[in-house]
T-cell receptor, first 111, second 115 residues
């Protein structure tokens, strides 16, 4: 089993749609959770951290379920500019040197 | 404020050649990392450093070496390049977890092909 698993997609949705991605992780001791966005042939960029209570940033909502060991990202009112690959990242340790990356979920938003 | 700068952006190496991938950051981050990203795979940690003079192996260190003589610079050395090292290499940096925002800042990547 991979340490961080994501549905690779692709997810093809029309503009304005709501789309949700899930990510599961295997290490129950994982401490911190993130979603990164990666555009084609570019570097990953931090989209948002994921907090235990769930958090929202504009059209983006992240949820964490520790009992089931999964993280979700919900995008509302999808824009063309949301087209990218979304990476789930899990940090297993107290410090920063064990971030584990999922392979990513690819999203294409169409007009 | 340039963030994390990587050079070169592209490189083709022949089997057995050596090269150094350069990485420098101007954010005074303590922690720096080297990752590789293969198609359809998650980023894999090669080496990391928690400060000048300190380096540690990550998940896939074989065939690579690093040094951290200053806070700003964290070069990655490939000795005796092999086709299996064909990949996209990303350098990243951040503050420790105790900092308010410790998400990674990535460089723009180096696309390396070994033929």
């Amino acid at each position: 089993r991979k340490e961080v698993e994501q549905d690779p997609g692709p997810f093809n949705v029309p503009e304005g749609a709501t789309v949700a991605f899930n990510c599961t992780y295997s290490n129950s001791a994982s401490q911190s959770f993130f979603w990164y966005r990666q555009d084609c042939r570019k570097e990953p960029k931090l989209l948002m951290s994921v907090y235990s209570s769930g958090n929202e940033d504009g059209r983006f909502t992240a949820q964490l379920n520790r009992a089931s060991q999964y993280i979700s990202l919900l995008i509302r009112d999808s824009k063309l500019s949301d087209s990218a690959t979304y990476l789930c990242v899990v940090n297993a340790l107290q410090d920063n040197n064990d971030m584990r990356f999922g392979a990513g979920t690819r999203l294409t938003v169409k007009p | 404020n340039a963030g994390v700068t990587q050079t070169p952006k592209f490189r083709i190496l022949k089997i057995g050649q050596s090269m150094t991938l350069q990485c420098t950051q101007d954010m005074n981050h303590n922690y720096m990392y080297w990752y590789r990203q293969d198609p359809g795979m998650g980023l894999k940690l090669i080496y990391y450093s928690v400060g000048a003079g300190i380096t540690d192996k990550g998940e896939v260190p074989n065939g690579y070496n690093v040094s951290r003589s200053t806070t700003e610079d964290f070069p990655l050395r490939l000795e005796l390049a092999a086709p299996s090292q064909t990949s996209v290499y990303f350098c990243a940096s951040n503050f420790p977890r105790t900092a308010k925002n410790y998400g990674y800042t990535f460089g723009s990547g180096t696309r390396l092909t070994v033929v």
